[in-house]
């Protein structure tokens, strides 16, 4: 897989880095929050160079934004903590208030995971080191008083939710599934992938004939982030029957 832009290359570079001091010190190495798409990039780099031992983690089981960690021989706790936000239930906050009320604290975006939301709630999961930090000094998020505590990770909030819904479609291929999510012609579609608003498995795609799998993730610009889940079956005509999970 090649990357020639400043950004994957100075990425890359840094993966180099941390295998480097992983194997000098014999002592595992975290990176900071990697976006799905930046968790890809490394595990497909790691892969190629034979660096086996690493894991993704980002203080749950089904999160998005994840730390990497390498280590020399067996794993070790990753250094995330999970900071919890509560609130009247009347007072509609969003995972952008939150995101905006650390950022106002100096805080880089890398040291911050997930931001899960739901009515009078939220966790949050950082960086370990900044944790007593954030708790410390956020009293309100916007106009909106909040009592802050360090959280034991379980019983998360929701977050945005998700829709799941059938979709019939000729075949399995890129353009086709973009097709039907989205209501777009089949033209249109292999338009909108040939010009990189479509990313597969979090990396640009913009090859229309492409087959799709299950449990493949497609992102498309402006529309939202879909999961392949199932092949139900295929109808009389041969056309196959999925289902797609739509994230909101």
Do not use: W
């Amino acid at each position: 897989m090649a990357y020639t832009s400043d950004i994957d290359k100075l990425f890359l570079s840094k993966l180099d880095d941390g295998v480097y001091l992983c194997n000098k010190r014999q002592h595992p190495y975290f990176f900071p929050f990697f976006s799905e798409r930046e968790q890809a990039i490394a595990k497909s780099y790691l892969d190629s160079i034979g660096f086996k031992q690493y894991a993704f983690f980002g203080g749950y089981e089904d999160a998005e934004r994840k730390m990497l960690g390498l280590f020399f021989d067996e794993e070790k706790p990753f250094p995330i903590a999970a900071i919890d936000f509560a609130f009247r239930k009347t007072d509609r906050l969003t995972h952008r208030d939150f995101l905006g009320s650390l950022m106002s604290l100096g805080i880089e975006r890398e040291t911050v995971g997930d931001i899960l939301v739901e009515d009078g709630r939220c966790v949050v999961f950082v960086k370990s080191e900044i944790s007593d930090y954030v708790i410390s000094q956020i009293f309100k998020v916007g106009n909106v008083g909040v009592k802050v505590s360090v959280s034991n990770g379980d019983d998360l909030p929701k977050g945005r939710g998700f829709d799941e819904k059938e979709y019939t479609v000729p075949s399995l291929r890129l353009d086709a599934v973009v097709s039907a999510v989205t209501g777009l012609s089949r033209e249109k579609s292999k338009h909108i992938i040939q010009t990189g608003n479509v990313t597969l498995n979090h990396l640009e795609c913009q090859n229309g004939s492409r087959q799709a799998e299950v449990k493949d993730v497609l992102t498309i610009r402006g529309k939202g982030k879909y999961v392949i889940n199932c092949v139900i079956g295929e109808t009389k005509k041969h056309r196959i029957r999925i289902s797609i999970i739509h994230y909101r």
